[in-house]
Structure formats: C-alpha cells, structure tokens
C-alpha cells in the first residue's frame, strides 16, 4: 500500500539522504528545499520516493528533485509521485518544468513533457565534482515543460 503526504517545513530535511540520490550537492539541495513543496510516497509505511516542487514564476512550477530509494526502483513508485504531482500542483499552476540531464529525458517525456530550453554547462559550473548518469557525464541542464 502506498500514500503521499506533503512533508512539514520541520521536517523536510529528514529525507536528505533521498534527495541526494537526484542531486548529490547537500548544498545544492538546501537552496530549494526551504523554498518547495515536499512530498513523500510511503510504501508499505517506509519512505519509497520524494520530490519538491517550487514556484517557478507566472502560472508554472518546477519539479526541483524526484528521487526513489535504490532499492526500490523500478516499481512505478516516480511515476505515481508525477501523477498525484500533475493534480495537486493543476489547482495552482498551468504548467510544470522539470531540469534534469540528457540521460533522464525519455522517463519525462513518457509522462508527457516537452523539450523546452538549455542550460548550457550547468552541471559543470554549479557543482564542485563532475556528476555521471549510466556512466556519461552531465554537463548541460536540459529544461523540459508540461501542461498541467
């Protein structure tokens, strides 16, 4: 059984551990958690997914971080965290973006979203070690949007 809950401002940092499974910089990770919207998947009551969401402007959000304990991958767990996401944030937003690396870009696509813009030299620029995706560095920051 699986339930999603939206976490208190006390208690976001409790999932650290998860959120740096999507973004390895603790520092990189505290800049928006204090500004998003954190969620939680449980299964089975353990924490399985998180994601935050922030304000990204005019009518749109961002999905900052998504991430799924390791060993609980491949259960459909992201998928279900992007769908109850799409309906929570449609009562508030028009459109939600998601920045992530070349590597991640057909599981977003699979859920709808759209190529929308670059950041060239990202990863390279903000973070102080080279980050590796299925063993292929990240460098640029690949903006993809969808409706919501």
Do not use: W
Not at 27 to 37: E, I, Q
């Amino acid at each position: 059984m699986t339930e999603i809950v939206k976490v208190e401002e006390s208690h976001k940092a409790d999932y650290m551990a998860l959120f740096l499974l999507a973004d390895p910089s603790e520092k990189m990770v505290a800049k928006y958690l204090g500004r998003g919207d954190v969620y939680v998947l449980f299964a089975d009551g353990a924490p399985a997914c998180v994601a935050v969401v922030t304000d990204y402007g005019p009518g749109t959000c961002e999905l900052k971080n998504l991430a799924t304990d390791e060993a609980l991958q491949n259960r459909g767990y992201a998928g279900q965290m992007l769908r109850y996401l799409f309906a929570v944030c449609a009562d508030r937003y028009e459109a939600m973006y998601v920045g992530t690396s070349v590597q991640m870009i057909p599981f977003y696509e699979r859920f709808g979203f759209v190529p929308s813009h670059r950041v060239e030299n990202f990863f390279v620029d903000f973070y102080p070690e080279p980050i590796f995706e299925n063993g292929v560095q990240c460098v640029d920051m690949e903006y993809l949007k969808r409706r919501l």
